[in-house]
């Protein structure tokens, strides 16, 4: 199994641009995340799905849309970048029955730059 | 905002001696979780403690959780240079939020 797998690993975006950040799991997990890592910011969620069709807002959901067409795909979309959104993003995914969240997979991150 | 808080944001030992990190958290939850991550790198679950448990060992690893408290410590026995990475406690509210949030982590630095 590969896991949790993202792409790109490496991104440079200019200002106004837009992207999608790609990530894929294959362990039929309901349950998927993305996340963003600051310097001593830890991780903050920015979007959660609990299923294909089902998504939610995190703590710092804005500039991002995300949508979850299939159990295996959680694209994040950037839909104007800003210096801002300068991070390093997370996906993970989780075998997680309603209402609690269990162990979590991640994947390698992607390193976003917004000049 | 962030639920746990973990303490020292630093810490660092010799090979050989114990490591201890704690974490407090500010609401009810249905389980706490343990990550690490080294540099550079993506996190990886270590241990996970449900609220209605008090003590849980894997390995080297021992993580306690006081509810009446709201805080859970991890200690890291015989520690080794490769336990050298950032700890990161986090979790998940009753109330069936469905969100797992995360404090800031400790850095921990094992030295040869």
């Known amino acids: 199994n590969a896991g949790v797998t993202q792409t790109p690993k490496f991104q440079v975006l200019k200002t106004g641009q837009s992207m999608t950040l790609q990530c894929a799991q294959d362990m039929n997990h309901e349950y998927m995340s993305w996340y963003r890592q600051d310097p001593g910011m830890g991780l903050r969620l920015i979007h959660y799905?609990?299923?294909?069709?089902?998504?939610d807002q995190g703590e710092v959901p804005n500039g991002y849309n995300v949508s979850r067409s299939t159990t295996e795909d959680f694209p994040l979309r950037l839909l104007s970048a800003a210096p801002s959104q300068t991070s390093v993003y997370f996906c993970a995914s989780s075998y997680s029955p309603s209402g609690s969240v269990y162990e979590q997979y991640f994947g390698p991150g992607t390193r976003l730059t917004v000049t | 905002s962030q639920q746990g808080e973990e303490d020292p944001q630093a810490l660092s030992i010799q090979e050989g001696e114990n490591a201890t990190m704690n974490c407090s958290y500010k609401?009810?939850?249905?389980?706490l979780q343990w990550y690490r991550q080294n540099s550079g790198r993506g996190l990886v679950h270590l241990i996970l403690?449900?609220?209605?448990?008090r003590e849980k060992h894997s390995g080297r690893l021992r993580v306690t959780l006081d509810t009446s408290k709201k805080s859970s410590s991890l200690l890291i026995t015989a520690s080794r240079a490769a336990d050298t990475a950032s700890y990161f406690c986090a979790t998940d509210s009753q109330g069936g939020s469905e969100k797992l949030v995360f404090g800031k982590g400790t850095k921990l630095t094992v030295n040869p």
């Open positions: 799905s609990v299923g294909a069709g089902i998504t």
């Open positions: 403690i449900r609220s209605n448990e």
């Open positions: 609401t009810s939850i249905n389980n």
